[in-house]
């Protein structure tokens, strides 16, 4: 069986979570290729199944991936879509719909859908300990998640009203993501390393005279300031809900009682499905 994953990633969990499936996939006895969204265009016609994976933003996915479901050819492939938020709220399900709505209009057969939750890359910053109990209950889900994909199993949900309203709404995101990843720019820590330029998933960000010149087809994954090793990158009036620095995903996990008030009843909830 060969299986494509095509996935789109700010900040690297989506990837890290990819490459986990593929590897259980392969283990499982298939084939899988990885391409990047925004990088590569893989042709699909010779796969068997297809998965596309990708961060939800704003209770949607992300443009560029909408992007690349409609340059896809008409074809009834087996596809799964697989999507990885920062809060196990039951309002990203609505995640989703535009996805699936347009690649069933091209043949597509929409069997099933994946959701995982990781780190978050805006807003606030998870402990480290969280970012660990994230990473091992994503992968033992994979696991079966694998087998579901390799018997060409369903496994849909449904959305609710509330969400399909919230989320209708916040599509919103994709304009105002061009309009404020006008306002990024470098501070005077730069150190001209370039590192914003080459992790920017859709090759918006391009060096001139050792500066990053911040292009007008952002899509505010945050991957250049999350990464910068400096953290001289200004994410405009996202500049508060900035998270800098990779999450070390070795630390000891998270205890339930270190779960934050707030969210405790949902990641418990997700940590034990
Ligand atoms: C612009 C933006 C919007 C986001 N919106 C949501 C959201 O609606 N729900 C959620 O749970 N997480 C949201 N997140 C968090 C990411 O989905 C989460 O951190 C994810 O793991 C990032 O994956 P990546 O590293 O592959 O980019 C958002 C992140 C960004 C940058």
């Not at 074809?75 to 196990?88: D, H, K, R, T, W």
């Not at 087998?147 to 609710?160: A, C, M």
């Not at 060096?207 to 899509?219: I, L, S």
Request: proline residues 5%; charged residues 20%.
């Amino acid at each position: 069986m060969r299986i494509l994953i095509s996935y789109f990633t700010g900040t690297g969990n989506t990837e890290r979570l990819s490459l986990l499936l593929a590897k259980r996939l392969e283990e499982l006895g298939c084939a899988v290729d990885i391409s990047k969204i925004g990088k590569d265009f893989t042709p699909v016609l010779s796969y068997d199944a297809l998965v596309i994976a990708y961060p939800v933003h704003a209770f949607n996915s992300p443009r560029p991936v909408l992007d690349f479901a409609r340059k896809l050819p008409d074809a009834q492939i087996p596809l799964y879509i697989m999507q990885v938020s920062g809060e196990p709220l039951s309002l990203n399900k609505s995640a989703v719909l535009s996805l699936a709505r347009i690649l069933r209009r091209k043949g597509y057969g929409i069997k099933g859908y994946f959701w995982y939750v990781m780190p978050y890359n805006i807003i606030f910053r998870h402990p480290d300990g969280m970012a660990s109990r994230m990473l091992r209950t994503a992968d033992s889900r994979i696991n079966g998640d694998a087998r579901i994909i390799f018997s060409l199993s369903e496994h849909r949900w449904k959305v609710g009203i509330i969400a399909r309203i919230v989320s209708s709404a916040l599509k919103v995101e994709h304009p105002a993501a061009l309009f404020i990843g006008r306002g990024f720019s470098v501070g005077d820590s730069c150190i001209g390393c370039g590192l914003c330029a080459r992790v920017c998933p859709i090759g918006n960000i391009k060096m001139e005279k050792g500066r990053p010149v911040f292009g007008n087809d952002c899509t505010i994954c945050m991957g250049c300031s999350f990464n910068c090793p400096e953290d001289a990158i200004r994410t405009g009036i996202l500049n508060g809900w900035r998270v800098n620095g990779p999450y070390d995903f070795t630390a000891d996990e998270a205890a339930d009682e270190d779960i934050c008030r707030y969210c405790r009843r949902s990641y418990l909830e997700y940590f034990s499905k």
